[in-house]
């Protein structure tokens, strides 16, 4: 069966650090992979997508980034964090074209 | 227009009752419908996914579809404590092609014992 990962759980970081979140998936091969983010009381915004290694589609010009570097593992960056970088980051993965997608639980960020 | 629009509730239903939840889209191309339960402080969780439209029965959860009329609904047949989260609705807006998904804001579902 499939599972996927998230680390950390929870993070508390000072505004103008790095952040580094990372995702891997085990047991499927070449799935698409995400990185939401839910912000308190507010609804799903996707920031990433991948259909591929080192393919990373951007959905909001902002200061993160992520990267593929392998087929399984998907990673959030940022060089400089900002407080409204707040946020639940949900990572999720899919296989099937128009398909389900099925989440991590999440990584819970707060920029003091 | 919201692409994806769900009433936010709360929606308070008493314990055994049925729970109906709707969600409405924009987009006439969508092909595939889901809904995700999300406990408070925890990831989406999916429930259901439908393609076609009608009925389509798993347990207690019934999804519904109406492409013509541009929505989707979800009841919950003797509700319980448990079911009490919030529900997300989400659509692939752009149909065969299209790796996203729309989710709406999601309702929040309380069962009242």
């Known amino acids: 069966s499939q599972t996927i990962h998230q680390w950390p759980a929870t993070l508390v970081q000072p505004v103008g650090s790095p952040l580094s979140l990372e995702c891997t998936v085990e047991g499927t091969s070449n799935p698409n992979l995400y990185w939401y983010r839910q912000a308190a009381g507010r609804g799903l915004q996707l920031l990433f997508y991948s259909v591929g290694i080192g393919q990373i589609s951007s959905e909001v010009p902002q200061n993160l980034s992520a990267s593929r570097p392998q087929d399984r593992q998907f990673i959030l960056s940022s060089k400089k964090l900002l407080l409204s970088d707040s946020g639940f980051y949900l990572c999720a993965w899919s296989v099937r074209r128009q398909g389900e997608q099925y989440f991590g639980p999440g990584t819970r960020l707060t920029v003091t | 227009q919201k692409e994806v629009e769900q009433n936010s509730g709360p929606l308070s239903v008493p314990e055994g009752a049925i729970a109906s939840l709707n969600c409405t889209y924009s987009?006439?191309?969508?092909?595939?419908f889901f809904w995700y339960r999300q406990y408070s402080g925890k990831s989406p969780e999916l429930i259901m996914s439908i393609y076609s439209n009608g009925d389509k029965e798993d347990g207690r959860f019934t999804a519904q579809l109406n492409k013509a009329s541009q929505y989707v609904s979800l009841l919950i047949r003797d509700s319980q404590p448990s079911d009490s989260a919030t529900y997300l609705c989400?659509?692939?807006?752009?149909?065969?092609?299209?790796?996203?998904?729309?989710f709406g804001t999601g309702t929040r579902l309380t069962i009242i014992p």
């Open positions: 987009d006439r191309v969508s092909q595939s």
């Open positions: 989400a659509v692939n807006m752009r149909g065969f092609g299209n790796e996203k998904l729309t």
